[in-house]
Structures are given as C-alpha cells and as structure tokens.
C-alpha cells in the first residue's frame, strides 16, 4: 500500500490532521478530524472493555495460571518530579542527537544509516534518514552529485561495505549529513533529555520545575498503595490506564507514528515473584491476539522477544508487537506495543531510591557522600497475602500500547483498492477502509433510495432509533452508488437503503462493506440486525 493515498485519505476525509495546520502545522503532533476521533476512541474502548471493564475475574482465562482482576486509574500528567527521579526517567531518559550546522536540521544519532563511498581520492561516509533500498539508492544519487558525476559514471564510486547506522562511524570530519552539500558539518551527538519540562505555580526557578509524564505507568505505581487499601484486590491483579503521554522526540516521523504527544493504554500487572514467567507468556500471547482478533493480518504482526543485551536493565524478558507498516522498508517491523518483565523495580524503586544493577542485584544508587542518588517515598509498598501471611514485593509484567500508534496501523490494514458495482452495474474502482466493525467510526448508514415517495422519513426513523444505540450516519444527496462510495472510504460497515418496496412490506437492504452482499431486514428488526453483526465481528450473511 502507498502510504501517501493514506496520508491524503485522513485529510480529506477527516481521520487526521496536522496540528494547528492554518499556521503551518507544529512538527510531531497531530488532531483527529471527526471520523479519526471516532475510529482512536473505538481503539481505547475496545483495549478497555476487553481488559478491564468486561474482564472476567471469576473464571481462568485460557493460557492464564489462575483467575485474576482487573482494575482502572486515571492520574494526572504533571506528577511530583521525584516520581521521575525514582523511576529513572530523570537519569536515562534521553536519546543522542547530532545536529547540522549547515542545514540547521537535528537528527537523532541512531536513526542516520549511511556508506562509506571512495572517489577522485576522497573518501566520505553518505549519510541517510532512510532505510533499506531506499537508503541505497539515495546515497548513490548523493554521492554523484557530491563528486560532481554524472549516473553513467556511476562506476567511478568505490562502494565500501555495506548501509551502517552513524552510530558505527567516529570520524565525523567525513560524514556528508543527510541534508547537507559539504561533509563535516554534523556535530559530535550529544544527550537530550526526552521529558517536557514545565513550571508549577509561582514559583520560578528549579524550585516550580516538573515534567509532563513520558509515559502513563509510573502514576499507577504510585498508586499501588492507594488501589490495594481502597479496593478489595488481591494479586494476582492488574491496574490499566489510559491517556496522554508527551516525549520531545527530536526526530518525530512517519506520521502519528512517533509523535511528541501521544496516547498511551498500560497495564501493570502485580503477581507473585514466582509465578511471574507465566504471567509474563499470558500476557504477551493475550496482547498478540487481541490486535489479530481485531484485523491486523498475521503476516504483518509479529510478536518479537527481545535479545538479552536489548533488555532493560531491570527485566527479565521483553517482547513487542510489531506491525510491518508501510512507511518502512520491506521486512522491517515498527514497534506496536512491548510486553516487559519488570521484576520488582519500580515498586523498589518507589520505596526506596533509584535502583542501579550491581552484578545480579538491584542496589540503591548512591552519591558522592554515601546517600541515595534519588531517595525513594520511605512507603512500605510491599503486599500481604491474607491467607497465607507471606509479604512480598510483587513483581510486575507491563503491556504498554500506543493508541495512535495501533490505531494507525488498523488504517494502514484496512486501506483497500478494489471495485464495487455502480448503480447500473457496472464495475468501478473503490477506495474501501476494511476496519473491523467494532473500530468504525459509524456503524451504519441510512439512504432513502430517493429524495420523495416517503422513503426520507423512514429512513430518517430508523436514523434516529440506530444513533441510541451506535455512531449512525443519514445521507439523501446524490446518486447511491456515490453515497456508497463515501461511505467505503469512511469505513462504515453497514448501509441500509430505504427503496419503493420498503413502502409496501416495510423491509430494507442492508450492504455489507466488504462482500458487498445485500439482503433485506425488516424495518423494525434492523437496529438489532445492526447490532448482532457489530458484535459478531461483522462481514454480513453467507
Ligand atoms: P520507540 O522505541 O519506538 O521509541 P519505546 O520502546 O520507547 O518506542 P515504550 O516506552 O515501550 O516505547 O512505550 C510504549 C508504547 O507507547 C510504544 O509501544 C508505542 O506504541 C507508544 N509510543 C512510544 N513513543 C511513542 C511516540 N513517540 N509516538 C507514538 N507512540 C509512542
């Protein structure tokens, strides 16, 4: 799929727009226009219906060791900065940028891949945003252009190995940026802290200083205490929450996908230290199937574990969700969701002070003077089993999702080409968004056949009756093969038609999006028909 058609389908149609675009758009952030609104909210509410609020706490779930609950939080995003301290996020939570000081532009270090080329007696390094073949062919047509050759001359570069990212190369004196004419204008990378910082209050200075959160998790370790005392739970439990992150990426891209704020679904979840390698598989074969069960095609999701010298220093095992997203290379992945094995560190880290590993231990971080580098709350945040007295820190396995980024990838699996019949039969090409029914932004759209003869006011009734129950749509302009085709394109499952002989036994046809099947429904069992092929997944009768 192109991915431009995409980009240009959210805009006209109103998935997605550039944020404050009237005054030239504000680079890695972005507005849902009215269907994009509809279509990320159905994304949260089916992560929240299907983890939390319809989570079965009574009964084992398939691949779980035991039955377990589920509960919500909601916390704030400017938090005390010790939180950020204690989590680490303070210390680590930055990224190496170079700049260029020709073109002004600011890359993040591991991002820029490139080759080292030899020609006229000059070796330089051609460095790239892009990845894969495109890479190749963009440093080929820079390098002629560098040494002055025309692409029948071609010949004369003496390729040396193969693309390697900027963070292999130490001799920056001859690296020509990816956007710059002469070599040596990157600077050394340097560190760059990802957190947003604000002021509180009145007060100025480092005194009112506080970051907005980079991600949702830590507001729900710290609330561990609060939910244990307040609600019945017992671990095995989790806590999810749903909301805004904000990350000052340096090089937001590829759309929604790495943006500067962005929305973030987490789950911690709080087991036994000793049962926690199958919480762990649970979860990560759970989070896998929910984005298949939803319309991500297998062949483009995988679920990767982590090699052990990619893991965080505190975890036992890591593994994304990855989806091959059109913008990337071919046989590239870009990161959906990680299911991360925390152990114990972020409680620890909570009560006692940021955790460093020394050896196979986690020890508290000490300064020069012998005291904690960020002293931790001194809060007991350790739990007691009721039945069997034991008290322990539980350990911890953290689904954390993107909506913007699943949300785009169920667009860029949904994105279809093919044809439909007009209203005379004839075959013509469509643009269809084949999102599950449950993710559409409008379930079901209403046409009378013809403007007159009745047909608007039934339509209009049962309009009215689907908007109680779902997001509906009422549409009486133009020809109905048109009226079809918007709809195709917004994604709506489901059209109903009122035509001439609805008038006389009072039944409609429905279309389905996808087969375009049509069959009639009678008009007073048409909400419910609606309703039962939403929530069976949809893709109308055989
Ligand atoms: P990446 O390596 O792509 O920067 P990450 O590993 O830092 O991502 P996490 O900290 O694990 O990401 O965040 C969990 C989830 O939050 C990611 O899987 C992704 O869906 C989402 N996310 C993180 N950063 C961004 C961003 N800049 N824009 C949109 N979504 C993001």
Redesign the pocket.
């Known amino acids: 799929m192109d991915m431009d058609k995409l980009v240009s389908l959210c805009k006209r149609r109103g998935f997605l727009f550039q944020s404050s675009e009237i005054y030239g758009g504000l680079n890695g952030f972005w507005d849902y226009g009215p269907l994009g609104v509809e279509l990320k909210r159905n994304v949260r509410e089916a992560w929240w219906q299907d983890m939390v609020r319809g989570h079965d706490d009574i009964d084992t779930l398939p691949g779980a060791p035991e039955p377990f609950e589920m509960t919500g939080l909601d916390c704030t995003i400017i938090m005390h900065p010790q939180v950020w301290k204690c989590s680490g996020h303070y210390d680590l939570f930055h990224d190496y940028m170079v700049d260029c000081r020709e073109s002004k532009k600011r890359y993040r270090h591991d991002q820029v891949n490139g080759r080292w080329v030899e020609a006229k007696g000059k070796r330089i390094f051609v460095a790239t945003q892009l990845g894969g073949d495109d890479a190749l062919g963009e440093t080929q047509q820079r390098a002629l252009k560098f040494f002055n050759l025309r692409t029948k001359d071609a010949e004369q570069l003496q390729w040396q190995g193969p693309i390697v990212s900027l963070t292999k190369v130490s001799d920056f004196q001859h690296v020509l940026g990816p956007d710059a004419k002469e070599i040596g204008t990157l600077t050394e990378p340097r560190e760059f802290n990802l957190m947003f910082k604000t002021y509180v209050g009145a007060l100025s200075g480092e005194e009112g200083a506080a970051f907005l959160r980079?991600?949702t998790a830590q507001g729900i370790f710290v609330n561990f205490k609060n939910v244990l005392d307040s609600s019945r739970v017992r671990v095995p439990f989790g806590i999810a929450q749903m909301g805004k992150?904000f990350?000052n990426?340096i090089t937001?891209r590829n759309f929604?996908?790495?943006?500067?704020e962005?929305e973030?679904m987490?789950i911690e979840f709080f087991c036994h230290p000793q049962a926690s390698p199958e919480w762990y598989k649970f979860w990560r074969d759970r989070r896998y199937a929910w984005y298949l069960k939803l319309g991500l095609a297998g062949d483009r999701l995988r679920l990767r574990d982590h090699d052990q010298d990619e893991l965080s220093h505190y975890s036992v095992g890591t593994a994304?969700i990855e989806y091959a997203f059109p913008f990337l290379p071919p046989g590239e992945f870009?990161?959906?969701?990680?299911i991360?094995h925390r152990g114990d560190f972020d409680l620890r880290s909570h009560m006692e002070g940021k955790l460093v590993r020394k050896g196979d231990e986690l020890v508290v971080e000490l300064d020069e003077d012998g005291k904690p580098r960020h002293r931790g709350s001194g809060k007991d945040l350790s739990y007691r089993d009721d039945i069997t007295n034991e008290r322990y820190i539980p350990h911890v396995i953290e689904p954390?999702?993107?909506a913007?980024?699943?949300t785009l990838a169920f667009m860029c699996q949904a994105y279809t080409e093919d044809e439909a019949p007009d209203e005379n039969g004839k075959m013509q090409s469509r643009v269809v968004m084949k999102l599950h029914p449950r993710l559409a932004p409008i379930k079901a759209a209403v046409f009378p056949l013809v403007k007159k003869d009745g047909m608007p006011e039934v339509a209009q009734d049962i309009y009215k009756s689907l908007k109680k129950r779902f997001n509906a749509f009422y549409d009486e302009k133009g020809a109905v093969g048109r009226r079809y085709r918007r709809q195709d394109e917004a994604g709506t499952p489901y059209c109903i038609t009122v035509d001439g002989q609805t008038l006389t036994d009072q039944t409609v046809t429905v279309r389905d999006r996808d087969s375009l099947k049509q069959w009639r429904v009678k008009v007073d069992e048409c909400v419910e028909e609606i309703a039962r092929l939403i929530e069976s997944g949809g893709a109308g009768i055989e």
């Open positions: 980079p991600e992150s990350r990426e937001p929604t996908f790495r943006s500067r962005f973030q987490e994304d870009g990161e959906l969701e990680g991360a954390s999702a993107g913007d980024r699943a």
